[in-house]
Every structure is written in C-alpha cells, then in structure tokens.
C-alpha cells in the first residue's frame, strides 16, 4: 500500500460501525491509490493481522474497534480523592472505548443531556500517576507530559526528574456529585456515544444496584478474554491493544452492565491476571507467571508482505522498513559521505553474515537511493535533525551488532539478565521509530527534536545498563566453564563430587537466588535449601515436576538426586510450595573445591511470606504499605485495618536479602558438609 491507500483504512475502519469483509475494504482503498495493486486484499489483510487495528469475525468478516465499541456500556468508579475535590480524572478509564489516537484530556462527557465542564487539577506528578498507569506505568508521565504544553516544558527540562507538580485537565463534577448525592462505592456507567470522537454519556449507579452473581458472571467473561488473548496473540505490542482484544475475546457480556471498572478488575477482584514486566515496559498475563523472552529481536509492526529488500534484513534479525534505510542514507549526506559502502555496514554491522547476492543487492539498493535522494538533501535544513538522525542510527547500529553477537555466543540464555531480547527488541522499535519519523523532509519542530533528544539519552542510557550487564553475566559464564575440567577422570568417578550452580526463581516477583549445590543432593535437599533462601518454615506440602515437551508434568519422588533427574532436554524444574510456583533453573557445571559447602553466592529481592495467597495478593499487600504506589487508593487490603502488616507478619521487610544469614541458616541444615 502507498500513504494515500494506508490513510484511506484507517479512515475506514474509524467510520464503519458494521461488520465488514475485506473486498468491501479493499475496494475503498484501492480507490485512494494512484495505482492498481493485484495484490492489495493480501497487503490488507496482513495489515490488519499484523497491526491489530481490527476484530476478526469469521472467515469472511472483521470487525472494526468503532462498530465493537460503540453504544457499548462500561463501568467507572470514582475514587475518593476526586469526590473530595469535585472532579473525575478520565485518564485510562475509558480504555478500549475510545479512539486510542485521541488523548484522554481531549475526551467529551455528558452528564443529563449536557456537556460536562472541565476545570483544571494541580498536583505532583506522582499523586497523578495511579490514573494513567493502565497505559502502562512507564508511559503515564508521557500522557501527563501531553495535557499540555506546560506540562511537556516542565518534563523536558529534566528528564530523569519529575516536575514538582504538574496541571492536567479534569472533569468538573461539583454539580454532578450534588445532584446525584454520590457516595463513596457508587459508580458511573459510561456509554460511548462515539468512539472516534470520544464522546460518552454518563448515568449513576449505586454501590447496592447490582447484584454479586451478576457481578460474578462479567468477572468470569473477563478473566476469560484476557486468558484467551493472552494464549492466542501473546503479550502483544501495548497494553492498550491487550484491553481491545481481552473486551472483544470476553464476548458481548464483558461491554454490558452490570460490570466491574477495568481499575477495580486488575487491582482488586481477579487473582488470574497481573501486570508483569516485559523488558522495559509493562504488560498484563497470567498471575504468577513470567513472559517468556526470546532469543531474537521482535517486531509487532514488520509486515508479511514484505518488500525485498525489507525481507532481506527481517531474515538477517534487522526488522526495519525502507525509511529506516531512507534515514540511513540521510545520516550519510549529513557525514558528507557518498559511499554505499559505508551506509551498508552502519546499516549492517560486519558481524551480520551477508552473501556476495545479498551483499551486491543490498549496495545497489543504496547507492541508486542515495543517487536519487542527494540532489533534494538540503544541509542547512538538515541542522537541528541531523545530530539526533546520528546519534539514533549508531544506537540502532550497536543494537543489531550486540544482538547478533548474543545469538552467535554459546552462553546459556539463563545466565543473561532477565528479558534481554525483549529489552533489546523495544529500543529497537523505539530507535527504528525515531528513523523513521527522521527519514522525511518535513523535519520535526523544535520542541520535538528536544523530546526526541531527551528520548534518545533514555535509550542509551537503557542500552548501556543492559550491555553492562550482558558483559558481566558472559564473563561470569566463561570462568564458569573452567570448573569443568576433571583431571582425565571419567565422569562416573567424578559423579559423587559434580556440583551444579542453579537458579531458583519466585514466578511472578523479581526474586531470585543462586546457589552452589551437589549432584548428590536429593529433591528434599532442595526443598530446604529454597525454604531457607525464601525464608519459609518448610512445613506446607511441595512438589516437584520436570515439563515432558508436550506439556505434561512429570512429578519427581521426594528421594530422587538432583543428579538423577532426567530433564527431557530442558535443564529445568519447577517447586510448586503453597501458593508459590518456584522456578530452578540448573546452569554451568561446578568443579567444588576441598571442603566446599552448599551456600547462596547471590540474589534480589524479599521473598513474601509464605502464608500469602500467591504473588497477586502479594503485589497488592506491598502497594498497601508502599508510598507512590501505582495500586488504587481505595483497594480492600488499604480499608482494613492494619491488614496489610498483619498478613505480611510484623518482621517482614520489603527488599531485604541477607545472604550471610541464609548461609549461616545452611550450614545449620547441612552440617556433615564441613570437613
């Protein structure tokens, strides 16, 4: 498709409000073209797959978000801090019932026929942030930063401080709240009257009108259609796009009320659905459990349909479009370059393998781009983007090199710091986007070259923490490698002394041990040993089973030697402890030294207590007692009183991790050891 036929659907999609199939699309876009396109249906079919800006139906039908969305009903609760001050603060509330290309201050409410007014809040960033975190918790300083142009100048002056305090539009619901006598529990159901605009209709509900079974029935609809996006698209590119298709795979029950507010669903009532860490960003997925990473870069927005060239570098792990290449070409001019050469290995570092027709293709591409571009590259209009361009191509460059490198190397993907790709894979997209939008002649304003600046430092800043810590897990994997050497002994006469390093990791929390162990040690050794290393009494029942590749658990004997386990190819177990999931990874081979012992070497993090319902619960306990935390104010563990201690046990410590304590704890369990 040309711009012209990509502007044409979304103009579409953000018009229909009926089922639609893709020759009735497809004839309303080629109309936008300045040529015939055999194979346009295809390219749009992919686009919608790809992109996820559309429902899919049945075999012949899609559904647009506008036509799901619209005249469909849900639910918002105010939370006490704006009854007290008067006013409702739209934020994420509206969350997939709204056009996600309009910001929320630019959203319109009806309250009896008549447009609600809006005022203005003042607050520290950080009282506001709870409101915008469904975005995703990184993303809600750039919403508050968008309310308006001040806000954006006091974010960009200092971007790794907030502001002191901030201005964002709100809702003014003095009226509103007097009228209807609202009280604290009683909701607000909000009708999209037009999900394009933005525009949404407000009625009162009171906190006694709707009944639990009701309640229940819409809290399994959706507990569903988040499990069932999740299981069929994955993590996918934003949690925005996750909401849209949990709604939409939820069925029509989960847009009708009775219905819980989508805060009130993630924070309080499910135990199934969390928001985890994905890299450098957030997403929802099943409680407990991790995203797994992968072992390449990952794209959301490369096409199948891809042009040869743009095939080409997807192939070789570089998924980028010909803009990017366009800005490559353009960082050139800005060097005063006119060697293709020179662009092909910025574009391609050496240690990406290309053959001789690859290689050959690849230079004529960009030495008849680069010929046919020149003579309109202007230098003095280049002087403000250029600089940026640069400094964005030679992140984008280390990216690529850095990740071909992990690909290439024979560390063990455990070793690296958790969700490497997935980091690496979000400045990537982030870089690649930057290119792109610095690959066209009409350059951005001065202001957005500033915000582009204070983007690009947080990159790099990203990038060199994740390369440090790249490095330094390498290097440990490499002097790791030497304790495998036995002398010339065989292995069955080494086998009573082969230790191993292992990693046991608490699924849904950012806790995790390492510690040296025996092959001798038997899963009961192992049992106490993790016990000791979360700080658990041992005494609740625990199991342990290897996963078979086709998903069956294969449960071990109390008995067995960590030796004797056989892993069906994947050197991996998992202790299931009361609500708790652990799980133990079993890394580089360990030569002990005479008289070595069993002992943690390292770890992160407070393990909760062991009584806790699972790392929900757990999650909520510690946003309970945490100050600034993103979970809502009016959640039931805040309520109680003295709740959240009481559950988390008066000695508990958030963040602590004695390792000297842990092993002074092993030696007590493990004495014959000491010789």
Not at 83 to 92: A, D, S, V
Not at 145 to 164: G, H, I, Q, T, V
Not at 507 to 521: E, F, M, N, P, Y
Request: aromatic share 12%.
């Amino acid at each position: 498709m040309d711009l012209e036929q990509e502007e044409a659907l979304y103009e579409f999609l953000e018009n229909t409000t009926e089922p639609f199939t893709l020759d009735e699309i497809t004839i309303y876009v080629q109309a936008a073209g300045q040529k015939r396109n055999k194979k346009l249906k295809t390219e749009i079919e992919d686009y919608l797959d790809t992109r996820k800006i559309a429902f899919k139906q049945d075999n012949r039908h899609w559904v647009s978000r506008r036509a799901c969305f619209e005249s469909a009903v849900f639910a918002i609760t105010p939370s006490r801090l704006e009854l007290l001050n008067g006013i409702l603060i739209p934020g994420h509330r509206c969350i997939p019932f709204a056009n996600p290309l309009t910001l929320p201050h630019r959203y319109k409410f009806y309250w009896k026929g008549k447009l609600v007014p809006e005022t203005t809040t003042e607050a520290p960033p950080e009282d506001l942030y709870p409101y915008y975190c469904l975005y995703g918790e990184e993303f809600a300083p750039q919403y508050i930063a968008r309310d308006n142009p001040e806000n954006e100048d006091a974010f960009n002056a200092d971007p790794y401080e907030d502001p002191p305090e901030v201005s964002i539009h709100t809702l003014d619901m003095r009226v509103v709240y007097r009228e209807s006598g609202f009280v604290p529990g009683d909701r607000f159901v909000v009708r999209t009257i037009n999900w394009n605009d933005c525009c949404f209709e407000l009625t009162k509900s009171k906190k006694d009108d709707w009944s639990g079974a009701e309640l229940k029935k819409w809290l399994d609809a959706a507990e569903s259609g988040f499990e069932d996006s999740f299981a069929l698209l994955g993590p996918g590119a934003s949690m925005e796009e996750q909401f849209a298709f949990a709604y939409w795979f939820g069925g029509k029950r989960m847009r009708e009320i009775p219905a819980y507010s989508l805060e009130e669903f993630i924070f309080e009532k499910t135990n199934r659905i969390d928001i985890v860490p994905y890299g450098i960003e957030s997403r929802c997925w099943f409680s407990g459990k991790e995203i797994p990473d992968s072992k390449y870069l990952q794209c959301f927005s490369v096409l199948q349909d891809r042009t040869l060239i743009e095939d080409i570098l997807f192939r070789k792990n570089i998924p980028v479009s010909e803009y990017v290449i366009l800005s490559y070409i353009k960082d050139a001019f800005f060097r005063k370059e006119k060697d293709a050469e020179k662009v092909l290995q910025r574009l391609i570092p050496p240690i990406v393998p290309l053959d001789d027709a690859e290689s050959d293709l690849l230079s004529d591409y960009i030495y008849d781009s680069m010929k046919d571009f020149l003579p309109g590259y202007s230098p003095f209009l280049d002087r403000n983007a250029g600089p940026v361009r640069q400094r964005v191509a030679e992140l984008h460059t280390a990216i690529i090199e850095l990740s071909t490198r992990l690909q290439k190397g024979e560390v063990e993907t455990a070793w690296l710091p958790k969700h490497t790709f997935i980091v690496l894979s979000q400045i990537q997209g982030h870089a690649s986007a930057l290119l792109e939008d610095l690959a066209f002649d009409e350059y951005p304003s001065e202001s957005d070259m500033f915000a582009m600046d204070n983007s690009l430092d947080s990159m790099i800043d990203t990038y060199t923490d994740i390369k440090e810590l790249i490095n330094a897990a390498m290097d440990n994997f490499r002097r790791s490698t030497f304790t495998v050497i036995h002398g010339g002994k065989t292995s069955s006469q080494w086998r009573g002394q082969l230790w191993r390093m292992i990693q046991i990791s608490l699924t849904g929390l950012d806790v995790w041990r390492r510690a040296i162990v025996s092959h001798d040690h038997t899963m009961e050794d192992l049992h106490r040993l993790i016990c000791i290393g979360m700080s658990w009494s041992g005494n609740l029942r625990f199991r342990f089973y290897c996963e078979t590749p086709d998903g069956i658990k294969d449960y071990l004997h109390d008995k067995i030697k960590l030796g004797d386990v056989d892993f069906r190819g994947k050197k991996e177990l998992v202790y299931e402890y009361a609500k708790w999931n652990v799980k133990i990874i079993i890394m580089s081979s360990y030569q002990p030294a005479i008289n070595d012992v069993t002992r943690f070497i390292t770890g992160e993090g407070s393990a909760p207590p062991e009584q806790v319902e699972g790392p929900r619960h757990f999650k909520r306990l510690i946003g309970a007692i945490t100050p600034g935390s993103l979970e809502m104010g009016d959640i039931t563990e805040q309520q109680s009183a003295g709740g959240p201690r009481q559950d988390l046990g008066p000695a508990y410590m958030p963040g602590v991790f004695d390792l000297e304590k842990m092993n002074r704890e092993l030696r007590a369990v493990f004495p014959n050891e000491e010789k």
